[in-house]
């Protein structure tokens, strides 16, 4: 099987293989190496002919020749059965959206600093986005010095559910015992401003992948594929 012929100079020797995974039983078997221009991963590029019987697929462009040999036909074949595979799997969509938050500012206690909070105090926090989400119910979570905190998602009561809002409100009990967090107030809120917050909801859901994504998704495990099978050699 070939690709065909792409181009002007490309000569046709006869006796390539004539069908995927099978050559002719009578060539030699160690056949002449043309004179390489270039080596990619799984796939040879000369400047002459592959020999006879050593391409699995083979095909010619502007006058250089393009061809997998016939010992990777192996590998080309479960790299043509996993983006096969990979066409016809369904698109899962992940459970959560991110947003950008704006400025975090705090809302309680007011008017005190992080050396005046006292253990147990309520600390209320509010996140202004830098982009509109829908009100619901549900979970967001911050990461604070590579922890994450997670916290329940309540809806805005001046907002319909499905509303658009570009803040979320939380809140937490300072201090290290349980059921607290040793989290300064000023202090958290410098360090979620500019950061991003990931919600977990029914009404916000990442939109479906684009064809294109798709396809790169598609590229992508390809390649993994194929630096898998450099490794193997």
């Known amino acids: 099987m070939r690709w065909g012929n792409g181009g002007a100079g490309c000569a046709q020797p006869a006796g390539l293989v004539g069908q995927v995974g099978r050559a002719d039983a009578r060539l030699p078997t160690v056949p002449r ?19 006879r019987g050593s391409a699995h697929l083979s095909r010619c462009v502007d006058g250089r ?34 947003a950008a938050i704006k400025e975090a500012v705090v809302l309680s206690p007011q008017n005190i600093s992080d050396d005046e909070i006292k253990p147990k105090q309520y600390v209320e926090i509010r996140l202004r986005l830098a982009e509109t989400i829908r009100n619901d119910t549900g979970t967001f ?35 290290s015992g349980e059921a607290q967090l040793p989290l300064k107030p000023h202090d958290l809120a410098r360090r979620l401003t500019d950061k991003s917050v990931r919600i977990v909801s029914a009404r916000n859901r990442p939109a479906p992948p684009t064809r294109d994504e798709l396809l790169q998704d598609i590229r992508n495990q390809l390649n993994l594929i194929r630096l898998d099978a450099i490794r193997r050699r």
């Open 33 to 51: 190496v043309p004179r390489l221009a270039r080596r990619r991963p799984g796939v040879v590029e000369t400047v002459e002919p592959p020999p």
């Open 65 to 98: 020749y393009f061809w997998i040999p016939m010992e990777h036909r192996g590998e080309f074949f479960e790299l043509s059965m996993r983006v096969i595979g990979l066409r016809r799997a369904p698109a899962m969509l992940p459970e959560h959206v991110e």
């Open 141 to 175: 979570t911050v990461e604070v010095g590579g922890v994450a905190y997670p916290f329940p998602m309540t809806p805005n009561t001046k907002v319909p559910l499905g509303g658009e809002i570009d803040t979320l409100d939380f809140s937490y009990r300072f201090g």
